[in-house]
Each structure stands twice: as structure tokens, then as C-alpha cells.
């Protein structure tokens, strides 16, 4: 996939060089974008405490050159949109959404333990294992953020302050209400995404 400053690639660690031997995928990004448009750095903290997760793709390395962020993950199977997309009615069976249902929320729960809301859930950014194709996978924490803040004052974790109008983050047919209100986005809103995300795979669509 490739945009005008975002890449992945598929690639191969060969034997002798840095990387550990096997495929994964790395995604890079330019760095003479604006700051706030760099999306890697973030995806990588985000997948580094996800590190003992079940659900979540394991974070090989990342970094950065003079010109360029990158980073190398595991590489997944076939997203549910692509899977979606391939079946001859666009539907999968009930039984299979529920099976995908609770594994999506157990992956929504485990990133929501480690304090972040991904902000864009969609078919898209739920993937099968390359291996293990009967587990559910989700990535793309390009937009995540964290929901807590460290209170000097009070030496405590807190609940963030809602921003009074926050950007428009996530895509526009998954996203909820909340979201096309530009209000802060919360666990709720990943929630609501992912309904709208399963109703689109038990339906024929497009």
C-alpha cells in the first residue's frame, strides 16, 4: 500500500543481515511531513505495550533516518475488509461474525487496558494471522490516543480533559455520531465503530 508521504512493504529478513530471518512488514513514512501528520513513532509506543497481547500484531523494531520513519512488524494475513470483499454474497455467516465479534472485543479490551482508543475501527484494520488464520489481529494505531494523564500534582493517573472541539479522526462510515461532532473520542466511540463494523460483514454490502 502506498500513499503520497506512507508506504508498506512486504519483506524478508535474509540470513547475515540485521533483521531476524522470516517476513514481516514495514512501514515507512517521510519525516518532511508535518509533525502532527507522523504517524509512525505513535504506532510503534502502541504496539510496544501491546507487546504481551493476544490480538496484537509483535513489533520487531522502529526508528528513524535523516529522511524517513520506519518500522517492522509481524506481518498479518488478509484483513476482514479484503476477506469481506471475496466471498461470492459479500456476507459472512452469522456464527462467524459472532466468532469475530468476540475476538474484536477482546482486542478492543486489550487495548483499551493499556489506555489507548484506536479511533478508526473498521474491517480494514482487523486482519487474520498469516499463520494463525483462525485469530483476529488488529492494527493501524496511526490514529490512536491515549485517554489518561499523569497528574504531577496529585501523583495519580487521570482521565484526560476533553478538548471543547477535537479533530476529525477515523473514517467516516464507521465512525460515531460523536465523532462527526467533533467531540473527544472515547472507548464508547470504538465501541460503536465496531457495531457498525460487524452489522457491514453480516450484510451483503458493497
Known amino acids: 500500500m502506498r500513499c503520497c508521504f506512507r508506504s508498506v512493504f512486504s519483506v524478508k529478513g535474509l540470513p547475515g543481515s540485521i533483521w531476524p530471518p522470516g517476513r514481516f512488514a514495514m512501514k515507512v513514512e517521510s519525516r518532511y511531513i508535518d509533525r502532527d501528520e507522523q504517524l509512525l513513532l505513535a504506532e510503534a509506543t502502541v504496539l510496544k505495550r501491546m507487546r504481551n497481547s493476544e490480538h496484537g500484531p509483535k513489533l520487531i523494531t522502529a526508528g528513524r533516518t535523516a529522511s524517513f520513519n520506519f518500522l517492522l512488524m509481524e506481518l498479518l494475513g488478509r484483513s476482514l475488509n479484503d476477506l469481506h470483499k471475496s466471498t461470492p454474497t459479500r456476507r459472512f455467516p452469522i456464527c462467524t461474525v459472532l466468532k469475530i465479534a468476540i475476538q474484536a472485543l477482546s482486542a478492543l479490551r486489550e487495548l483499551h487496558g493499556i489506555f489507548f482508543v484506536h479511533r478508526d475501527v ?13 485469530r483476529i489481529y488488529i492494527f493501524d494505531f496511526g490514529l490512536s490516543r491515549q ?41 464508547h466511540d470504538d465501541l460503536l465503530a465496531l457495531a457498525m463494523h460487524l452489522n457491514e460483514l453480516v450484510r451483503s454490502g458493497r
Do not use: M, W
Open 122 to 134: 473498521k474491517p480494514g484494520n482487523f486482519a487474520i494471522g498469516l499463520r494463525e488464520t483462525a
Open 147 to 187: 485517554f489518561v494523564t499523569f497528574d504531577k500534582k496529585k501523583q495519580r493517573i487521570c482521565l484526560r480533559q476533553p478538548r471543547v472541539r477535537a479533530p476529525f479522526r477515523g473514517t467516516v462510515a464507521y465512525c460515531s455520531l460523536n465523532v462527526h461532532r467533533h467531540k473527544e473520542q472515547g472507548r
